[in-house]
């Protein structure tokens, strides 16, 4: 079946420090890939997407490329902020009739930035 | 424009009893979502509608749950003769259309089943 497998946290990181979090997929079909973000207090929110292979997803300075041959898709940013601090998600989805664009997730990675 | 809105936020109800969650969907959204956030499971989903139907319902947890959508907007997810494992956040989300990738979240229902 289907399956997101993403690193465990919680992850802390100092300002301006470099970000990776690993996310691997299992999928049949052709998936599209996601990270969705959840801020304290606030609902899951789409940070960036890739619907096929070698694509690159980019938002808010995180970026993220569909791996086909390594079936990964890790989260990646240059030099994270306090803002940033969230517990993010990788999700893949693939097309069915009787599900439609389900998202199956990975357990999710907290993320914190400290000053 | 507004987004997806869910009622009640929180509830807490007594073991046995049977609640109703509420889900409003962006309008013009015909694709809805049902998905549960909890400690031991994660992130998972319940039920998809594309318009008023729900092609499969395999994914909704055990009999006591049941769903529906009426006009192709608002719908509801209702447990019966609750349980403390059905405590979860509950998630509404909604796209454009089945073949649209972009599903926009709720901020969701937290139940407590004492």
């Known amino acids: 079946g289907n399956s997101v497998t993403q690193m465990e946290g919680p992850v802390t990181l100092s300002e301006e420090a470099f970000l990776t979090i690993n996310c691997t997929y299992t999928?049949?079909?052709?998936?599209?890939l996601f990270w969705y973000v959840q801020y304290p207090g606030e609902g899951l929110q789409l940070l960036l997407k890739?619907?096929?292979?070698?694509d690159k997803g980019s938002n808010k300075g995180f970026e993220a490329t569909y791996r086909k041959e390594t079936t990964s898709f890790h989260l990646e940013k240059g030099s994270v902020q306090v803002s940033d601090s969230a517990v993010y998600f990788c999700a893949l989805s693939v097309l069915l009739y009787n599900q439609g664009g389900k998202l199956i997730f990975g357990q999710g990675t907290e993320l914190s930035v400290k000053p | 424009g507004a987004g997806v809105s869910q009622s009640p936020s929180n509830k807490v109800t007594e073991k046995g009893k049977d609640v109703e969650l509420r889900c409003d969907p962006i309008s013009g959204h015909t694709a809805l979502y049902w998905y549960r956030q909890s400690l031991g499971q994660g992130l998972e989903f319940l039920i998809y509608?594309?318009?008023?139907?729900?092609?499969?319902k395999s994914g909704l947890p055990s009999d006591r749950f049941s769903a529906e959508r009426t006009g192709g907007s608002v719908s509801t997810l209702t447990i019966q003769r609750t349980q403390q494992e059905d405590s979860a956040v509950y998630l509404c989300?909604?796209?454009?259309?089945?073949?649209?990738?972009?599903?926009?979240f709720g901020p969701g229902t937290r139940l407590t089943v004492t």
């Open positions: 890739a619907t096929k292979a070698d």
């Open positions: 989300a909604s796209s454009v259309s089945r073949q649209s990738y972009e599903q926009y």
């Open positions: 509608f594309q318009g008023n139907s729900a092609p499969d």
């Open positions: 999928a049949t079909g052709y998936p599209s």
